[in-house]
RNA sequence: GGAGAGAUGGCCGAGUUGGCUUAAGGCGCUCGCCUGCUAAGCGAGUGUAGGGGCAAAAACCUCUACCGAGGGUUCGAAUCCCUCUCUCUCCGCCA
């Protein structure tokens, strides 16, 4: 969320920005909810203060053993006053609350003005579209054809949009896997974690995804525990109510985890194959950074990301997020595409943001620098790298023979016991 | 699931017959002194959030809250009572 102070010295700022954001939100209702608070709350404190001032006299006086009753009195008769400014305080600072939680980070001024996903901003196109001689056939005939790709079967097991992996599949997953893991602690210089896949409420609303969008969530049944959505969740939660060293920054962490999603209101959208999925497995980077810094490393942790479809021989273009696209608690993303053949577009394989201060202030992540009496909000960073379930169906498709075939990119294959090749 | 112990500032750790505790003391950190260098020593400072002084930023002053979380008792709660969460020990169950 945003500082208070930041919205209340920056009315105008915020109101563009919203409009930019095509949220609409009635910043006039902060406006009086604020001084409405403050206002209860200088009162409520006089009140506090006058009871502990006359609490301590009755002390002193009952120790000289003098007669104290009619301080007795008066203070017994603030306490029911107290009650119930207490009452309204908590009334108005829930609804303040619940407005500061609906707000929006403020973009980047480098995020492109725009509405919808049209507006984005082309910032590179990388390699060449395969070429053929064939029609392309999309991910889920390949897939089943070499038996590797089942979603009758997941359909069964559990329901739409669900999958079962075979052989060959299975392997695949596991491989991409351990190579984007192994790339990204090796050469990028991440720490693997493995996080809980489950995480409480508190965390949800860390980073983001509660109170807004619970919607899109799955939740267990009769506990506060919520299946994770992305590895951002647990591992930003990592580090929560903790004051790190300014030294130590930034770190950097990756994690494999599974993520589900409940992607309601999506109905109708991408219903064949496994490129929208309630289940996909994804390899996570998320950076602490310094706030001077946060912009260098967004730029580092796309490059880290993009590595792996250079790596793996798959065509793509990055994007900058326009306004109107961005995410609820992003200040800039920039999206990495990757090329589909069968449907002639990019579609998202990564999403990279910086997220500047507004999850870390939910989290209550600071540093300290040495020689700094006061603590900062660090910049909490992060970005797919990159989502497995896409990356197979951008394999099976790019890579896709004339035979049914598919080729296994070079460095998959150390991977997979050495196969060069899917076939029956 | 059963029995017991515990949770206090960046870290460690005292305080639990309710009121000179304004959370002791130590470590760490910052500044200063001392000093060929380093170490040690000496002195001072050092939690977070919110409100007001103050229109704005810093400094300062002041008030309020915070001793795992939430309630309660009381003029007054780190301290007493209730509920919950987490950690540790033992038992049970279990991959």
Redesign the pocket.
């Known amino acids: 969320m945003l500082?208070?102070?930041f919205i209340r010295?920056n009315l105008e700022l915020v109101r563009e920005m919203l409009s930019a954001r095509r949220v609409e939100l009635d910043l006039d209702e902060f406006t009086g909810l604020d001084n409405r608070r403050?206002e209860i709350?200088?009162d409520y404190?006089?009140l506090?203060?006058r009871?502990?001032?006359?609490?301590?006299e009755?002390?002193l006086l009952?120790?000289e053993g003098k007669d104290a009753s009619s301080l007795?009195e008066e203070?017994?008769s603030?306490?029911p006053k107290i009650g119930r400014m207490e009452e309204e305080l908590r009334e108005v600072e829930a609804q303040l609350d619940a407005l500061m939680y609906s707000i929006p980070n403020v973009p980047h001024s480098t995020v492109p003005l725009g509405e919808t996903e049209e507006d984005n901003e082309l910032v590179k196109i990388w390699g060449e579209l395969p070429e053929f001689g064939f029609e392309p056939r999309p991910h889920w005939e390949v897939g089943e054809e070499l038996k590797i790709l089942d979603l009758k079967r997941a359909a069964k097991i559990t329901g739409a949009r669900f999958a079962l992996y075979w052989g060959a599949g299975a392997l695949l997953e596991r491989a991409l896997i351990n190579f984007m893991l192994d790339l990204h602690t090796r050469e990028h210089g991440y720490t693997e974690t493995l996080p809980p896949f489950m995480v409480n409420s508190a965390s949800m609303t860390s980073t983001g995804q509660l109170p807004k969008f619970a919607d899109d969530l799955f939740k267990i049944d009769g506990w506060d525990f919520w299946l994770v959505p992305t590895g951002e969740v647990p591992v930003t939660n990592i580090h929560r109510d903790e004051?790190l060293s300014a030294e130590d920054l930034p770190l950097k962490y990756t994690a494999y985890t599974p993520c589900w999603r409940a992607e309601a209101g999506s109905h109708g959208r991408d219903v064949r194959g496994i490129v929208r999925q309630h289940q996909f497995n994804k390899v996570e980077l998320v950076k602490f950074a310094h706030p001077d810094g946060s912009y260098n490393e967004l730029e580092a942790l796309l490059q880290d990301a993009e590595e792996v479809l250079i790596k793996l021989e798959l065509p793509y273009r990055v994007v900058t997020l326009c306004t109107g696209d961005l995410g609820f608690a992003a200040a800039k993303t920039y999206d990495i595409e990757v090329w589909i053949p069968s449907q002639g577009v990019y579609r998202e394989i990564s999403s990279c943001s910086n997220f500047t201060d507004f999850q870390a202030r939910r989290a209550n992540v600071r540093f300290k620098g040495?020689?700094k009496?006061?603590?900062e909000y660090v910049h909490t960073l992060n970005g797919s790298g990159l989502a497995v379930g896409r990356t197979v169906v951008a394999i099976l498709e790019n890579h896709q023979q004339a035979d049914g075939s598919v080729i296994v990119p070079h460095v998959l294959r150390p991977y997979m016991g050495g196969m060069e090749k899917i076939a029956v």
């Open positions: 500082d208070l102070k010295n403050r709350l200088a404190e006089a506090r203060h009871r502990n001032v006359v609490s301590k009755i002390g009952k120790k007795q203070a017994k603030i306490g004051v040495p020689g009496s006061s603590s």
